[in-house]
């Protein structure tokens, strides 16, 4: 049931997304670095590495300058365009692709790089092995915002990704995992689109029942 309401929402949302998805790349080819789509290996279900679509929104060898995979608050790699795109989340839409080939689903784990899955402990791993990962999802929500707690951290960026932001993020996905059904997925679209117009919300923390509780380190941010 979840495969087929991907593959209907994705095919969907392609069709109307459609007039908003052309400009932006034909904006995107007339600036910046003339770059459309930004692709890079994530990890997914099984535990296998699938090619992930976003929008190009930053300098194209961005992954091996300054702070490499992690992206800060006012980063210098991200360009004049790409930093709408990122603050409307239009830089994830082509993830719809995605879906629809079947790599990722609607709602599930956010799918990260290799490299930060290897930060999690083996039971969180095992876990979000089982699930296709999602366009958006209860950690993506949560942090929504990871670009400020990564820049105001007093740890740094890596220690701050490494020690605070992946051991909570591991519990909010293993707590997804544990409780998935059709009516969490269809209560964290509609927490995804409010958080979108309402950044600042904690919306979810009302919300929803049984979330972990965050760390001290990021209660003034989730």
């Known amino acids: 049931m979840k495969r087929f309401i991907d593959i209907l929402l994705s095919g969907v ?23 459309i789509l930004y692709r890079q290996d994530r990890v997914g279900k099984g535990g296998e590495t699938f090619r992930l679509l976003k929008f190009a929104t930053m300098l194209e060898d961005s992954p091996n300058i300054g702070t490499g995979l992690l992206t800060t608050r006012n980063d210098p790699r991200v360009l004049p365009v790409g930093r709408f795109l990122r603050k ?38 095992r876990a979000i092995y089982q699930v296709r990962p999602g366009l958006s999802g209860i950690g993506s929500i949560v942090f929504r915002d990871e670009e400020t707690i990564l820049t105001n951290s007093p740890k740094g960026h890596q220690r701050c990704f490494a020690e605070d932001i992946t051991p909570y993020k591991g519990e909010l996905e293993l707590w997804y995992i544990a409780n998935q059904s059709l009516w969490l997925d269809i209560q964290l679209i509609l927490l995804t689109v409010w958080v979108v117009l309402v950044p600042a919300s904690k919306m979810h923390m009302k919300w929803l029942q049984g979330l972990p509780e965050p760390p001290e380190e990021l209660r003034i941010y989730v």
Do not use: C, W
């Not at 400009?23 to 007339?30: E, H």
């Open 88 to 125: 409307t989340k239009i830089n994830e839409l082509p993830q719809l692709i995605n879906i629809f080939l079947g790599d990722m689903s609607i709602i599930g784990p956010r799918p990260q790089a290799r490299s930060h899955v290897d930060l999690y402990p083996e039971h969180v791993k």
């Open 13 to 35: 949302a392609l069709l109307v997304f459609s007039p908003l998805l052309v400009p932006v790349a034909i904006v995107l080819r007339l600036t910046g670095e003339g770059k």
